[in-house]
C-alpha cells in the first residue's frame, strides 16, 4: 500500500562536493533522509520507466537508509532497482553498474572517507544517467525542493530481502539484486592485462591491500588474491564494517599511518595501496616510499601506453586546480591536452562524456579514467601494478625517472579541521578582498606574481564556478586555499603547496615547504583568527 506522508522540511539539505552529507544522527531525524529522497525525486519528475541502482559502502545506518529508499522509488512509480547484495556497493563499481545498463542514475549511500557509525557520517551520493554525480545545477534544484517539501510517498511493506540474487518485485517494480564484485572485476579484466599481473606475483613479488575495514575488502580478495595470485592475507582489514572499526578510512599520510608505517619498516612489502570508506580514494606506497596523489597522476598519464585499454591513445587528461601541476608538464611534453577544473569529480564528468580527456585525478587520492564517471581506488592499483610489470621497475624508480623527467612539484596539503563556520567564510572572504594588493609582494625569497580566484568555465556546459582562491609566486612556487565541501560539522581549511624544481630532486618535502607555509599561514592571518598555529592533517 502506498502511503503518502506529511512532513516539514529541514533547511539544510545542500550537497557538497560528493553528495548530501552529514553526521549519521542528523541523517536519522524523523523524515530527514526521506525528505532528501522524495527532493530527488520531485526534481526528477516523471519516475515511470526509470531505474537506477542502488548500494552503500555497509556503513551504520546503510540497511535501514536502503529499505527506506527501496519503498519510496516503489511507491513514486520507479520502474526498476539494480541493487548490490546486502546493500553493498563501491562508488566506482556503481558508476559501472549504471553506465553497463545505461540506467538513469543511481544512488550510493556513503560519506566516502569520513568516519562511518552512529556517531559518525552518513551520506548520500546521486549520480544521474552519465553514471556521475549530477552537477551544481541539479543539486541547486534539489535543495530548493528539499526548502519546500511537504510529503513524501512511501510503501507500507515489510522489508525486501537482499541477501538474495536474482529477481523479484515490490508493487509494479522490479528489484535486481546482482553480485556487486562480479560486474566491477570484469571491467578491470578489460581494461589491464591480467595475465602479466599474474605473471608479476608468480615471481614473487610482495603487496599489501588496506581496505581499512570499508567496502573494498571484498573486491581486493577477488582480484589480488584470488584472481592474480598475491599471497592469502596480502588484503587487510577486508571485511566491512559498520564503524570501519573505528578508523578515519581516508587513504592518506595521517589517516593510514599504520599502512605507512609498516611500508617503512623492514617488513615492507613491495607495493602497498589503500582505498576510502566507499571505494573510490587511493594511497599508493612502496617499499620506504610515499607517492603523492599529484604525481601518481602524473606517473599514470606518462605510461598509458602500457595499459591495452589506453595504448592506442587517450583523449586527454585533467586535474582539479589544487592538485599539483605535475601532470601538466606531462601532458604538455607529450601533445596532450589538460584541462583544470574546480575540486570535485563531478566536474571532470563533461570532459569525459565530451571525449574531450580520458585520464584525470585529484590531490586528495582519486584518480580515475572514462570508463566509469568516478574516481577508482583499485583501478588506480592495478594501473600502478601494470607499469611495475611492464617496465620491472620498483615504485620509487619510476617515481625518481618521472621527477628527472619532468622535475619535481614539491605538494603537499593542510588541513585547519573543525573551525567555526563564521571564522572560516570571513578569513576566505577578507583573503579574497586582499588578493588584488598582493602582486609584487615579497615574502623572503618568495614573489608574487600573480594572486586571484580560481574560475572555471565548462566548456561543455559554459556555466561557470568559483572555487579556491591562489596565489602564484614567480619561482614556480603557489598556494592555494580552500574551504572544504564535504565536512558534517564546522569548518575545514585547505591549504595547499607547491613548489617546482628541476635540479634539486631528493629533498624532504616538509622542509622544502616550510617557508611556502610559514608565508600562508601569514597571509591568511590563521594562527589570529583561528588560534591554530599548526595544521591538524598534512598529507
Ligand atoms: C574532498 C576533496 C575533493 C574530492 C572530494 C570527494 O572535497 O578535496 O578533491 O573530490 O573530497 O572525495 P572537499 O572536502 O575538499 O570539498
Ligand atoms: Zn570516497
Not at 129 to 156: C, F, L, R, W
Not at 476 to 503: F, H, P, W
Request: glycine share 10%; with cysteine.
Amino acid at each position: 500500500m502506498i502511503k503518502t506522508i506529511k512532513t516539514t522540511a529541514y533547511g539544510d539539505q545542500k550537497m557538497g562536493t560528493g553528495g548530501l552529507r552529514k553526521k549519521t544522527k542528523v541523517m536519522m531525524q524523523p523524515n530527514y533522509f526521506e525528505n532528501f529522497i522524495q527532493s530527488v525525486f520531485n526534481t526528477i519528475g516523471d519516475l515511470k520507466g526509470k531505474v537506477f541502482v542502488v548500494g552503500g559502502d555497509g556503513r551504520f545506518f546503510n540497511a535501514e537508509a536502503i529499505q527506506r529508499f527501496i519503498k519510496m522509488a516503489a511507491a513514486n512509480g520507479v520502474k526498476k532497482l539494480i541493487i548490490g547484495q546486502n546493500g553493498f556497493m563501491s562508488t566506482p563499481a556503481g558508476s559501472n553498474v549504471m553506465l553497463k545498463n545505461h540506467t538513469d542514475g543511481g544512488f550510493i549511500f556513503s560519506a566516502s572517507h569520513n568516519p562511518g557509525g552512529e556517531n559518525g557520517d552518513f551520506g548520500v551520493k546521486y549520480a544521474n544517467h552519465t553514471g556521475g554525480q549530477v552537477p551544481t545545477s541539479v543539486s541547486d534544484k534539489i535543495y530548493a525542493n528539499s526548502k519546500t517539501i511537504t510529503e513524501y510517498k512511501i510503501m507500507d511493506c515489510p522489508n525486501i530481502d537482499l541477501s538474495k540474487l536474482g529477481t523479484q518485485h515490490l508493487g509494479d517494480m522490479e528489484i535486481e539484486v546482482i553480485d556487486p564484485v562480479k560486474d566491477y572485476v570484469e571491467m578491470m579484466e578489460s581494461i589491464f592485462d591480467f595475465d602479466a599481473l599474474k605473471k608479476l606475483f608468480k615471481s614473487g613479488f610482495t603487496m599489501r591491500f588496506d581496505a581499512m575495514n570499508a567496502v573494498t575488502g571484498p573486491y581486493a580478495i577477488r582480484i589480488f588474491e584470488d584472481i592474480l595470485g598475491a599471497s592469502k592475507g596480502s588484503v587487510i582489514r577486508a571485511v566491512p564494517l559498520p564503524d570501519f572499526g573505528g578508523l578515519h578510512p581516508d587513504p592518506n599520510l595521517t589517516y593510514a599511518k599504520d599502512l605507512v608505517d609498516f611500508m617503512f619498516s623492514d617488513k615492507a612489502t613491495d607495493f602497498a595501496g589503500a582505498n576510502d570508506g566507499d571505494g573510490d580514494r587511493n594511497m599508493i606506497l612502496g617499499k620506504h616510499f610515499f607517492v603523492t596523489p599529484s604525481d601518481s597522476l602524473a606517473i599514470l598519464t606518462d605510461n598509458y601506453h602500457l595499459i591495452p585499454a589506453y595504448k592506442n591513445g587517450i583523449y586527454g587528461v585533467a586535474k582539479s586546480a589544487a592538485t599539483s601541476t605535475a601532470v601538466c608538464r606531462v601532458a604538455a611534453k607529450n601533445n596532450l591536452p589538460y584541462y583544470v577544473v574546480p575540486t570535485g569529480w563531478k566536474y571532470f564528468v563533461n570532459l569525459m562524456d565530451s571525449k574531450r580527456i580520458t585520464l584525470c585525478g585529484e590531490e586528495s587520492f582519486g584518480s580515475g579514467s572514462s570508463h566509469i564517471r568516478e574516481k577508482d581506488g583499485i583501478w588506480a592499483i592495478l594501473f600502478w601494478l601494470s607499469i611495475i610489470a611492464a617496465t620491472g621497475k620498483t615504485v620509487e624508480q619510476i617515481t625518481r625517472e618521472n621527477w628527472k623527467k619532468y622535475g619535481r612539484s614539491y605538494y603537499m596539503r593542510f588541513d585547519f579541521e573543525g573551525l567555526d563556520t563564521t571564522v572560516a567564510d570571513k578569513l576566505m572572504s577578507d583573503l579574497e578582498a586582499k588578493l588584488p594588493t598582493l602582486a609584487g609582494k615579497k615574502f623572503g625569497d618568495y614573489e608574487v606574481k600573480q594572486a586571484a580566484p580560481f574560475v572555471y568555465n565548462d566548456p561543455v556546459d559554459n556555466s561557470t564556478t568559483k572555487n579556491g582562491l591562489v596565489i602564484d609566486f614567480t619561482n614556480d612556487a603557489k598556494i592555494t586555499y580552500r574551504l572544504s565541501g564535504t565536512g558534517s560539522t564546522g569548518a575545514t581549511l585547505r591549504v595547499y603547496l607547491e613548489r617546482l624544481e628541476y635540479n634539486d630532486l631528493d629533498q624532504d618535502t616538509f622542509s622544502m615547504l616550510q617557508e611556502l607555509l610559514k608565508i600562508a599561514m601569514q597571509v591568511a592571518e590563521i594562527t589570529e583568527r583561528t588560534g591554530k598555529t599548526k595544521a591538524d592533517v598534512n598529507t
